[in-house]
């Protein structure tokens, strides 16, 4: 077997990887957009703002997030594939797949160094800094350690370090021993990876069906005792207000406060992490964050959908009634994004004024009217990506997959990103209607959209087998 | 309440369905009386969770209709889909909840829901109501699925594979339940599996699938009395290889000794005695030995 080919199978097929090339082209086409049909100031932005993140040492342990990313998706397929009692006996798997996740680590450290100018000391560092980004997903999805021994302790570092710009500049004053540490720590959190140790371990810590992925060790104390818990007594209450009910309870039961402390706890969490950190190189770069905290905000409410399929199978719920529980309860998780998105805004603006007072009413304003207009443009394709799950139709989305789903996903909030940020900076960004106009359009668009996902349910379910 | 009164829990009228190219089901016509213990037979991809899912109406017929409690099975009102308890093949369960916890929350739903049975089906089948769903081994899940099912008297209950993952022990207690039950609350109900000699000591009707059609669909007595093994001994002469009375379906062995799969043939076991001058020894035949010829095959 080629090596490595057992790690590009587990981590593309055919559809992933058109995915993941179209997510790449968007990004590349609204940047083309940008520099070939935008403005002078909309160009100079662009550029600009990358240029800035580059050039500010203050600025690199925030660039750590990028290759983040790969290293989550890498760390997450990698894990639920060791994670298996199987993967013990495929013989040398460990071995195969080994070098192509350190490979994958460097190509992905690598952009990032390459893009900078000046000598070789700071892009050696960026490029450490880069790989220890890539490494610590395996640590914090490792399923042999609690999140109290994993996640914490390196949050705990990371806020110290990022919050506290003296610490931070005298690590960046030593930085042939920092990057010492960051490379040790990158190569130890890798080679942890594919001790067999490690993988003896592994076996038998699989979590519940159902609980992956989150902090197993928090939602199993906390599961048992949310409020939802105590409201279901009595009789039947067949309205829609008690499916609805049931509805979050299944979904969100598993935490202590429901639904509500999910959204605002991950909302507030990447808003304090990307718009603190932006903050800290300057105020607007701060601001600009929204964008991206918007994104995260955006997917964080898909990725927990309400479940209205599997074992609603065999609730005692007509066809016609389903409809009305599925529409509402997605109206209903959009409104709960709204409400995140305001939050959120708020939380990173009055974070931002203890760093760079004043608190400017007029931009949290304009972010917010901004980002709420995003959120309506990107309503009807979530609502219908957050429905997904229910459509059984072969040539509907369930045939993209879950990865597939989350990029589409992805590219719907980006898109909706990109129009947010061309209402709070007209004339910047090739969207050059006049203001009116443009919310005239979105309201417009929203409200169609609305009806048309409203037939389409009543269409499935009045017309379609449910599973 | 809407729904027969002594007349049939469901009916398909002519029901195709199709998937694709794949037909599932092929001009199903079938009336099963309220009240009856039904088992559903057939190999695997025969039919019978399709069958199964077109009852409560989560498929919709490619062709014809299915009427379930009197009721559009399409159009099934939340009363009557409150009436009716199913266990699915594989059970879908709220994986973070704790067992105590996920009955508390699908009781809500029923109005009959009976808290006596539900103590004492988790007693009896030894379920744990602390243990987290997620963990579960598939047998305690198929238990579950059972406490379920049956927990709010239901009038019609629909059991897909429901012992397949039982322990021996398990088992029994459910058989035994389900006979308990048959004879006190009088549900119709339909047991689909592959383990025919549950089946058997549970069901009064069968019906069997075959590639989407019934080929068989009768009172199980009438069916077994209909069908007979003879141990046949020729003590004077030979048997030969092939014998020709047409009421001999199977035949294994010849010369001396036979073993013979009959069909109707009640009435000519006298004849048969004398012609060929041998003992015979007739036994009943089970549903597992009948099977094949239920669906047609050799």
Redesign the interface.
Same mark, same amino acid.
């Given at each position: 077997m080629i090596p490595g080919y057992a790690l590009l199978r587990l981590l593309w097929t055919r559809t992933r990887l058109l995915i993941v090339a179209g997510l790449f082209g968007l990004v590349a086409v609204i940047f083309a957009s940008v520099l070939v049909l935008g403005s002078t100031a909309g160009r100079d932005e662009l550029i600009g703002g990358l240029g800035l993140a580059l050039a500010n040492p203050l600025a690199h342990p925030v660039l750590a997030i990028w290759p983040m990313l790969p290293g989550c998706a890498v760390a997450a397929h990698l894990t639920s594939l060791l994670q298996l009692p199987r993967s013990w006996v495929l013989p040398g798997l460990q071995r195969r797949v080994a070098a192509p996740v350190v490979i994958l680590g460097l190509l992905a450290s690598l952009p990032l160094p390459l893009l900078m100018a000046g000598p070789v000391g700071p892009r050696l560092f960026v490029f450490l800094l880069g790989l220890a980004g890539y490494a610590i997903p395996f640590l914090l999805l490792e399923p042999t350690l609690s999140p109290g021994s994993a996640a914490l302790p390196i949050f705990a570092v990371a806020a110290v370090v990022l919050l506290n710009p003296p610490v931070l500049a005298q690590l960046l004053a030593v930085r042939p021993s920092t990057g010492a540490v960051l490379a040790l720590l990158a190569g130890g959190i890798l080679a942890r990876q594919f001790r067999p140790e490690t993988a003896r371990r592994r076996l038998g810590t699989l $979590?519940?069906?159902?609980?992956e992925g989150r902090m197993r060790w928090f $939602?199993?104390r906390t599961?048992?005792h949310s409020k939802g $818990?105590r409201d279901?007594?009595?009789?039947?209450?067949?309205t829609l207000r008690f499916w609805l009910r049931?509805i979050d309870?299944?979904t969100f039961?598993?935490h202590r406060h429901g639904a509500w402390w999910m959204f605002f706890r991950s909302a507030f969490l990447m808003l304090f992490l990307y718009g603190l950190f932006l903050g800290l190189i300057d105020r607007e770069a701060g601001g600009v964050g929204f964008s991206f905290a918007y994104v995260v905000v955006l997917l964080l409410t898909l990725m927990y959908r309400p479940?209205v399929a599997?074992?609603w199978?065999?609730?005692?719920?007509?066809?016609?009634?389903r409809i009305r529980i599925a529409w509402t309860s997605s109206l209903g998780v959009a409104a709960r994004l709204l409400l995140a998105i305001v939050a959120a805004a708020g939380v990173s603006e009055a974070l931002l004024a203890l760093i760079h007072p004043p608190l400017d009413f007029g931009k949290v304003g304009a972010e917010l009217g901004a980002m709420v207009t995003a959120a309506l443009v990107a309503l009807p394709g979530m609502q219908w990506i957050d429905l997904r799950h229910v459509y059984r139709d072969?040539k509907g989305p369930r045939m993209l997959g879950r990865p597939g789903m989350r990029a589409l996903a992805m590219l719907v909030a980006i898109l909706s990103a990109v129009i947010g940020l061309s209402f709070l900076r007209p004339g910047r960004l090739p969207l050059l209607w006049p203001l009116p106009v443009r919310y005239a359009v979105v309201l417009g668009v929203a409200v169609l959209a609305q009806a048309l996902f409203y037939r389409n349910l009543t269409r499935y379910f009045?017309?379609?087998?449910?599973? | 309440m809407t729904g027969p009164v002594g007349g049939y829990a469901f009916e398909f009228r002519g029901v195709t369905k199709r998937f694709k190219h794949t037909v599932a089901l092929d001009r199903v016509d079938l009336a099963v009386p309220a009240g009856a213990v039904v088992g559903l037979i057939g190999r695997n991809g025969s039919g019978k969770s399709t069958l199964l899912r077109h009852v409560v109406g989560l498929y919709l017929p490619s062709e014809g209709a299915c009427v379930t409690l009197g009721q559009a099975a399409a159009a099934l009102d939340a009363g009557t889909l409150a009436r009716i308890g199913v266990v699915q093949q594989e059970a879908d369960f709220i994986p973070w909840m704790r067992v105590g916890q996920q009955l508390r929350y699908l009781s809500s739903f029923y109005d009959r829901w009976d808290r006596v049975l539900e103590d004492r089906l988790v007693r009896d089948l030894e379920l744990d109501r602390t243990a987290r769903i997620g963990t579960l081994p598939p047998g305690n899940l198929q238990k579950l699925a059972l406490v379920l099912a049956f927990c709010h008297h239901p009038d019609l209950v629909l059991l897909d594979e429901p012992v397949s993952a039982l322990d021996p022990l398990a088992r029994e207690a459910m058989l035994r339940f389900l006979l308990e039950v048959a004879r006190t609350d009088g549900p119709t109900l339909v047991v689909s599996s592959h383990v025919l000699r549950d089946v058997e000591r549970v069901v009064d009707r069968v019906i069997c699938l075959e590639q989407g059609r019934v080929t068989e669909h009768a009172e199980l007595d009438e069916l077994l009395e209909r069908w007979a093994e003879w141990k046949v001994t020729a003590h004077h002469g030979t048997l030969p290889q092939h014998l020709p009375e047409p009421w001999v379906v199977q035949q294994e062995g010849a010369g001396r000794e036979a073993r013979l799969l009959v069909r109707d043939a009640a009435g000519e076991l006298q004849a048969f005695r004398s012609a060929y001058r041998a003992e015979v020894e007739v036994r009943p035949v089970t549903l597992e030995r009948l099977f094949p010829r239920l669906i047609g095959r050799p």
């Amino acid at each position: 077997m080629i090596p490595g080919y057992a790690l590009l199978r587990l981590l593309w097929t055919r559809t992933r990887l058109l995915i993941v090339a179209g997510l790449f082209g968007l990004v590349a086409v609204i940047f083309a957009s940008v520099l070939v049909l935008g403005s002078t100031a909309g160009r100079d932005e662009l550029i600009g703002g990358l240029g800035l993140a580059l050039a500010n040492p203050l600025a690199h342990p925030v660039l750590a997030i990028w290759p983040m990313l790969p290293g989550c998706a890498v760390a997450a397929h990698l894990t639920s594939l060791l994670q298996l009692p199987r993967s013990w006996v495929l013989p040398g798997l460990q071995r195969r797949v080994a070098a192509p996740v350190v490979i994958l680590g460097l190509l992905a450290s690598l952009p990032l160094p390459l893009l900078m100018a000046g000598p070789v000391g700071p892009r050696l560092f960026v490029f450490l800094l880069g790989l220890a980004g890539y490494a610590i997903p395996f640590l914090l999805l490792e399923p042999t350690l609690s999140p109290g021994s994993a996640a914490l302790p390196i949050f705990a570092v990371a806020a110290v370090v990022l919050l506290n710009p003296p610490v931070l500049a005298q690590l960046l004053a030593v930085r042939p021993s920092t990057g010492a540490v960051l490379a040790l720590l990158a190569g130890g959190i890798l080679a942890r990876q594919f001790r067999p140790e490690t993988a003896r371990r592994r076996l038998g810590t699989l $979590a519940p069906i159902g609980m992956e992925g989150r902090m197993r060790w928090f $939602a199993a104390r906390t599961a048992e005792h949310s409020k939802g $818990a105590r409201d279901w007594t009595g009789g039947p209450r067949r309205t829609l207000r008690f499916w609805l009910r049931a509805i979050d309870y299944e979904t969100f039961g598993l935490h202590r406060h429901g639904a509500w402390w999910m959204f605002f706890r991950s909302a507030f969490l990447m808003l304090f992490l990307y718009g603190l950190f932006l903050g800290l190189i300057d105020r607007e770069a701060g601001g600009v964050g929204f964008s991206f905290a918007y994104v995260v905000v955006l997917l964080l409410t898909l990725m927990y959908r309400p479940r209205v399929a599997g074992a609603w199978d065999c609730r005692p719920v007509p066809r016609n009634q389903r409809i009305r529980i599925a529409w509402t309860s997605s109206l209903g998780v959009a409104a709960r994004l709204l409400l995140a998105i305001v939050a959120a805004a708020g939380v990173s603006e009055a974070l931002l004024a203890l760093i760079h007072p004043p608190l400017d009413f007029g931009k949290v304003g304009a972010e917010l009217g901004a980002m709420v207009t995003a959120a309506l443009v990107a309503l009807p394709g979530m609502q219908w990506i957050d429905l997904r799950h229910v459509y059984r139709d072969p040539k509907g989305p369930r045939m993209l997959g879950r990865p597939g789903m989350r990029a589409l996903a992805m590219l719907v909030a980006i898109l909706s990103a990109v129009i947010g940020l061309s209402f709070l900076r007209p004339g910047r960004l090739p969207l050059l209607w006049p203001l009116p106009v443009r919310y005239a359009v979105v309201l417009g668009v929203a409200v169609l959209a609305q009806a048309l996902f409203y037939r389409n349910l009543t269409r499935y379910f009045l017309h379609e087998d449910l599973v | 309440m809407t729904g027969p009164v002594g007349g049939y829990a469901f009916e398909f009228r002519g029901v195709t369905k199709r998937f694709k190219h794949t037909v599932a089901l092929d001009r199903v016509d079938l009336a099963v009386p309220a009240g009856a213990v039904v088992g559903l037979i057939g190999r695997n991809g025969s039919g019978k969770s399709t069958l199964l899912r077109h009852v409560v109406g989560l498929y919709l017929p490619s062709e014809g209709a299915c009427v379930t409690l009197g009721q559009a099975a399409a159009a099934l009102d939340a009363g009557t889909l409150a009436r009716i308890g199913v266990v699915q093949q594989e059970a879908d369960f709220i994986p973070w909840m704790r067992v105590g916890q996920q009955l508390r929350y699908l009781s809500s739903f029923y109005d009959r829901w009976d808290r006596v049975l539900e103590d004492r089906l988790v007693r009896d089948l030894e379920l744990d109501r602390t243990a987290r769903i997620g963990t579960l081994p598939p047998g305690n899940l198929q238990k579950l699925a059972l406490v379920l099912a049956f927990c709010h008297h239901p009038d019609l209950v629909l059991l897909d594979e429901p012992v397949s993952a039982l322990d021996p022990l398990a088992r029994e207690a459910m058989l035994r339940f389900l006979l308990e039950v048959a004879r006190t609350d009088g549900p119709t109900l339909v047991v689909s599996s592959h383990v025919l000699r549950d089946v058997e000591r549970v069901v009064d009707r069968v019906i069997c699938l075959e590639q989407g059609r019934v080929t068989e669909h009768a009172e199980l007595d009438e069916l077994l009395e209909r069908w007979a093994e003879w141990k046949v001994t020729a003590h004077h002469g030979t048997l030969p290889q092939h014998l020709p009375e047409p009421w001999v379906v199977q035949q294994e062995g010849a010369g001396r000794e036979a073993r013979l799969l009959v069909r109707d043939a009640a009435g000519e076991l006298q004849a048969f005695r004398s012609a060929y001058r041998a003992e015979v020894e007739v036994r009943p035949v089970t549903l597992e030995r009948l099977f094949p010829r239920l669906i047609g095959r050799p």
